[in-house]
């Protein structure tokens, strides 16, 4: 048997070069240094209560893995105990739980919005949004970033162009690479004057902001045409995503969403752990105001640096060109920060930027400290 041609996978090989050429490569690198670059807001990824959940619920007999799909028995009592209590907490009529905030985000854009129908997006939102956009039934259309009027006259334009379905407007409540926040109140309004649904992407807002970590959406929860993400794998510490909304949402995504019903169902232990960390938002106030401290200061010692104060746990440090970026994180790095730098396609052209994440696991010293050393390399 003749073994394969080389040549096979040159196309790649030489889109890897082309990619390297331009510092664009990216490549997988040890968990190492302070922690300014992860989206364990509250710190409980690593904290005793996850764990414990975790063996409580082995020495309780649930398994390790589903063992299939949620609708070819996956379907465990934790998947179930889960949704219930997160539809409790965040004040939504139900909730249906992802293996991943990516998953849910694809599935939800490729799966709701109708032929006829029409999505608005904002300009930044995530990548998964955009992978479910290139699924979906219905075309997309962009708004200017944060932007209501925006959002308002492409449902207008489009309506005078004769559209005549239901207008999906897609964004985010805190946006993951600048830190701010979406003008929810706005955007709600513009979703009520058009008969539109309006899909809420809480995944850095989740645990940090609103009563009891509700996210900066809770007050639109449990309305008609609000359907907002909930991510498990940043401030809750474990892994998934929770799709909050009206049933026939849920129950739509189970009978057509392909993303839900040809996935194995995430771990059970998972479905505890996140169980675990939805009662520590109620239980440890704490948290929060720590980190909302921690912000306040770190805004303080880093602004004069050309970092920018967001009001969020995420702080831009904007470099420009994508070398510069990766050679100012690579010196923070090489003194023990783990900060990383963020290049286009991420981020638009020209923005390339270290992305400073504040958590738990850092204290103001480590901050204090940072900053000394990027005054220096600046």
Not at 82 to 91: I, Y
Not at 202 to 231: I, K, M, S, Y
Not at 287 to 296: F, G, N, S, V, Y
């Amino acid at each position: 048997m003749t073994a394969p041609s080389p040549a096979l996978l040159r196309p790649h090989a030489d889109d890897l070069d082309r990619l390297a050429a331009i510092g664009r490569r990216r490549r997988l690198v040890p968990m190492t240094g302070i922690d300014f670059a992860s989206n364990d807001y509250l710190g409980l990824a690593g904290s005793a209560r996850l764990a414990g959940a975790v063996r409580d619920a082995l020495a309780r007999g649930v398994a390790v893995g589903a063992g299939g799909s949620r609708l070819l028995r996956g379907n465990h009592a934790e998947h179930d105990a889960l949704e219930a209590e997160a539809a409790a907490f965040f004040g939504s009529e139900s909730a249906l739980w992802f293996s991943s905030g990516f998953a849910a985000n694809a599935a939800l854009l490729a799966t709701l919005p109708q032929k006829g129908d029409l999505i608005v997006h904002d300009a930044l939102v995530h990548a998964s949004a955009h992978e479910g956009m290139r699924l979906a039934r219905a075309p997309a259309v962009k708004a200017a970033h944060n932007d209501a009027d925006a959002v308002e006259d492409a449902i207008q334009a489009w309506r005078g162009d004769g559209g005549t379905g239901t207008p999906w407007i897609a964004v985010e409540s805190l946006y993951s690479m600048d830190g701010d926040r979406a003008p929810l109140t706005a955007l709600a309004a513009v979703a009520e004057r058009h008969d539109a649904m309006l899909l809420i992407d809480e995944a850095h807002a989740t645990g940090v902001f609103g009563p009891d970590g509700r996210g900066l959406a809770h007050a639109l929860e449990g309305r008609p045409n609000v359907v907002t993400l909930r991510t498990c794998g940043k401030a809750l510490g474990a892994e998934g995503a929770l799709v909050c909304g009206p049933a026939v949402v849920r129950e739509f995504l189970v009978n057509r969403a392909r993303g839900f019903i040809f996935s194995t169902a995430p771990s059970p232990l998972m479905a505890a752990a996140v169980r675990e960390g939805l009662r520590m938002l109620a239980d440890e106030p704490e948290r929060r105001a720590r980190l909302a401290a921690l912000i306040d200061a770190a805004a303080a010692l880093l602004a004069p640096l050309g970092v920018k104060a967001t009001g969020s746990q995420i702080l831009p440090l904007i470099v420009g060109e994508d070398v510069a970026a990766m050679r100012l994180a690579e010196g923070l790095q090489a003194a023990g920060f783990d900060v990383r730098g963020i290049r286009p396609p991420t981020v638009a052209a020209g923005t390339a930027r270290l992305r400073i994440s504040l958590t738990l696991n850092v204290t103001l010293d480590d901050v204090a400290a940072l900053a000394g050393v990027l005054g220096r390399l600046r």
